[in-house]
């Protein structure tokens, strides 16, 4: 596998449910990110990881809760989502921390609806 | 604090004509700008980026951006679209020792007719 990639792609949950995202980068990068895009908004950084350590938390609710095991791997547990929660949550990671390089690699979103 | 405005949320062009895409940020520092795409059912994925050096920029696919630092721009132009390019487009922008924070624009639905 190559790039980043996300599971599940698509997520059906009720809100008193637990389930969690997952994402893993093949690219070697130290740097990894949760993104949310809801419609007709610009897309929210939520969290930030720089070699496994986290280096940004947006004011994101306590219901989303990241974890970061090693550098490849990031995760997002969700516990008593509300429907406006319901969006794409993207995965993205980078070579360096501070974005001199310039680029983020995303992987293709998991879209979370909950009802 | 870093912003990014994208003034039109919807474009539609006929193929093999030219599109502009407009971007303009806010920022009291120095900045690292970027033009990301996102297809139907993807990700995000970096089209051309400015960090320093020549204001034009040339991305993939036949785009091209200009930077201009008077009017804090950095809109996004191909000379002949074609229908897949059809996608939406998000113009972002970093601060200089910023760390890791990007922020995005709301993003520039393109649609290419026939």
């Known amino acids: 596998e190559t790039g980043v990639t996300q599971t599940p792609r698509h997520l059906v949950m009720g809100m008193t449910n637990k389930k969690s995202l997952k994402c893993e980068q093949h690219?070697?990068?130290?740097?990894m990110y949760w993104y949310k895009q809801s419609a007709k908004k610009p897309l929210e950084l939520m969290f930030v990881y720089s070699l496994e350590e986290r280096v940004e938390n947006n004011s994101v609710p306590s219901r989303f809760s990241p974890e970061c095991p090693n550098s490849s791997h990031l995760f997002l547990h969700l516990h008593t989502l509300q429907p406006e929660d319901s969006a794409l949550y993207l995965c993205?990671?980078?070579?360096?921390?501070?974005?001199?390089?310039?680029?983020?690699?995303f992987g293709e979103g998991s879209r979370l609806t909950v009802l | 604090a870093q912003s990014v405005t994208q003034l039109d949320s919807q474009v539609p062009v006929f193929e093999e004509a030219p599109v502009e895409l407009r971007c303009n940020y806010s920022s009291s520092v120095s900045v690292y700008l970027f033009w990301y795409v996102q297809y139907p059912n993807q990700g995000l994925q970096l089209l051309l980026k400015y960090l320093s050096g020549s204001t034009l920029v040339k991305g993939i696919n036949g785009f091209e951006a200009e930077f201009n630092k008077s009017q804090t721009s950095f809109h996004l132009r191909k000379p002949s679209v074609h229908i897949s390019d059809t996608a939406e487009y998000f113009c972002?922008?970093?601060?200089?020792?910023?760390?890791?924070?990007?922020?995005f624009g709301g993003g520039t639905r393109v649609l290419v007719k026939p």
């Open positions: 972002a922008v970093s601060e200089w020792a910023a760390g890791n924070k990007l922020t």
């Open positions: 690219l070697g990068h130290n740097a």
């Open positions: 993205a990671s980078s070579q360096d921390p501070g974005l001199e390089s310039g680029e983020l690699f």
